[in-house]
């Protein structure tokens, strides 16, 4: 809508006003908790407090002095309530310039009063969605007068005050305080900040629910509601700003987790995490998984009898990168993996919970983060993963893509075994989560080599051999581990070059999503040495 012609905005505005007096309050909340706290602070100070529906009853049966707003206004509500503050009398005394002539005379004229504080919360809109509730009960809990005059208390906040969160309480009534009675203008024009914000993400939550009941994934306007978790010391460079924000009503994982010991994460610290509880999460908890993980990558990922063994088994795929690296587990920490955790540098340990002996031992490694989940996310859950470009932003629907051994098929002459099939389908998994162009080499449900984020798929498949082949040489081990191992990768072979390698690093089967003109060259290379091929007909790149 274009403002209005009678308002140019080169007009110089006057001063703004330094300290305001509360003398009248609008209280309309849904959220009661702490009500009668603020409100007995005002009536103490002998302001006059207009107030709606359930806060009226709530304050008049304290027994704190209140108006109800339809006796201020002339007009009853109307509508079952949809219709209450929607009145001149209302907005008028939110929106009047004090200092403006004309303002003050139409107030006098109308006997509008001038409304200095306004404390609204919204309709629980986001809880009613996240309840489950149908489309009309969730229409239902759009809130519009509410909204009407945080907007418009908002926009005048050089003399309005405007309270949209219970937690904003305190800092109102140490203004009140520190300056009998008047609030400054430094906390309108943050609480007003706040206030525009709220009301975006209000519409945001609304928005995406019409949008979901018509199935639209990629509505025409996208818009993002997220909530400030933590400020960081900064990105991923020391010169770079960084920030934490977390969504509401998302699964399970580290936005939700909490912190039950160490010092603050940093940006590539929840980078990590995520990517970390991203891949345990693609198992069931019927087996204890661990990943290893460093600079977004597995260095370590093993299926164990125990959380320990699990542990141990994916620590001995690398462990020099997986010295100052981020541990996840599917399971719960116990004393006997966190007594093997303390024995090596590691940054954060995520988990879905862990016992008190284990955090005992943890707690001895002042640094270590610890995040516990509670649970576990459904891997094949959905959602959204953004990524920033230049001037805009790339969505799309989350990988949750998935292969058992009833969707896929067996290319080659040779058939694996079911030991073979097993390891294929855990390599798979593991593969979605390494950066493209990806090699897994996997040997008893454990990562033997991984080759991540190269531009030729072959010089992927040659450094997860070289790998595994250094470990096996630190372990003074008689042969690479990658002998009698299978291969993952996330994208087709190109060309055979890429399955030769990993067939002379001694792999005896392959899975991969086939797709290439050439698969039936690859094939061939394969039957040639011998090796089995799996092709699952998805792709997994990940950049």
């Known amino acids: 809508m274009e403002p209005p012609t009678s308002a140019p905005a080169a007009e110089p505005q006057p001063e703004s006003p330094g300290l305001i007096p509360i003398r009248r309050a609008l209280i309309s909340v849904s959220d009661k908790n702490c009500l009668l706290g603020l409100a007995r602070v005002l009536a ?5 407090i207009l107030s709606t529906g359930g806060t009226f009853r709530v304050l008049q049966e304290a027994d704190i002095p209140v108006n109800d707003v339809s006796q201020y206004t002339g007009f009853p509500e109307l509508m079952g309530g949809r219709v209450k503050t929607l009145h001149p009398k209302i907005h008028g005394g939110l929106l009047a310039v004090r200092d ?19 404390v609204v919360n919204l309709y629980p809109f986001e809880a009613t969605v996240a309840a489950g509730k149908s489309f009309e009960e969730c229409v239902e809990n759009i809130d519009v ?46 609480l007003a900040a706040a206030a525009f914000g709220k009301l975006a993400a209000y519409d945001a939550a609304v928005a995406k629910r019409f949008s979901s009941e018509l199935q639209q994934t990629f509505p025409d306007h996208y818009m993002i509601s997220a909530n400030l978790k933590q400020s960081l010391r900064y990105g991923e460079n020391p010169h770079q700003l960084a920030a934490f924000y977390s969504f509401s009503g998302q699964s399970p994982g580290l936005a939700s987790a909490e912190q039950v010991q160490g010092k603050a994460l940093s940006f590539n610290n929840i980078s990590d995490t995520d990517a970390a509880f991203e891949l345990v999460s693609e198992f069931t908890c019927a087996e204890p998984v661990c990943a290893i993980i460093k600079h977004a990558n597995p260095c ?3 299926s164990g009898v125990t959380a320990q063994d699990a542990y141990l088994r994916a620590l001995a795929c690398d462990p020099t990168s997986a010295f100052g690296g981020i541990v996840a587990l599917n399971v719960t920490v116990d004393l006997h993996v966190a007594e093997e955790i303390a024995k090596v540098f ?22 270590l983060r610890v995040m516990l989940t509670g649970t576990m996310p459904d891997p094949e859950g959905t959602g ?81 051999a070289w790998k595994a082949e250094e ?31 990993a067939a002379d690093a001694g792999a005896t089967a392959v899975i991969q999503p086939g797709g290439s003109k050439r698969d039936a060259e690859v094939i061939a290379a394969a039957d040639e040495r011998g090796i089995a091929v799996v092709l699952t007909g998805m792709r997994h790149f990940k950049h």
């Open 145 to 190: 007068g509410g909204p009407t005059m945080i907007r418009g208390a908002s926009k005048n906040f050089r003399y309005v005050t405007v309270v949209t969160d219970v937690q904003q309480y305190t800092d109102v009534i140490a203004e009140l305080d520190e300056n009998d009675g008047a609030t400054s203008h430094k906390l309108r024009r943050k």
């Open 471 to 501: 470990a096996s040489s630190n372990a003074e081990e008689e042969e690479s581990r990658t002998v009698g191992s299978v291969v993952a990768s996330d994208a087709f072979f190109p060309f055979a070059d890429g399955l030769l390698a």
């Open 300 to 302: 370590g990922v093993a």
């Open 346 to 367: 590691t940054e954060v340990v995520i988990a879905p919970d862990a016992t008190v002996e284990a955090l005992e031992i943890l707690s001895k490694k002042k640094n």
């Open 44 to 48: 103490e100070r002998g302001v006059e």
């Open 100 to 118: 403006d002539p004309d303002h003050a005379a139409a107030m006098e004229e109308h006997d509008i009063l001038p409304i200095d504080l306004v």
């Open 384 to 464: 959204m993963t953004f990524k920033s470009v230049s001037g805009g932003m790339l969505l799309q629907t989350r990988d949750n893509g998935t292969r058992d051994e009833d969707d896929v098929t067996v290319a080659s002459k040779k058939v694996p075994t079911d030991e073979e099939m097993k390891n294929l389908l855990f390599a798979w998994k593991v593969c979605k989560h390494v950066k493209s162009n990806a090699i897994v080499y996997v040997r008893n449900m454990a990562t033997v080599g991984t080759g991540a984020g190269q531009m030729s798929r072959v010089d992927a498949s040659r450094i997860a």
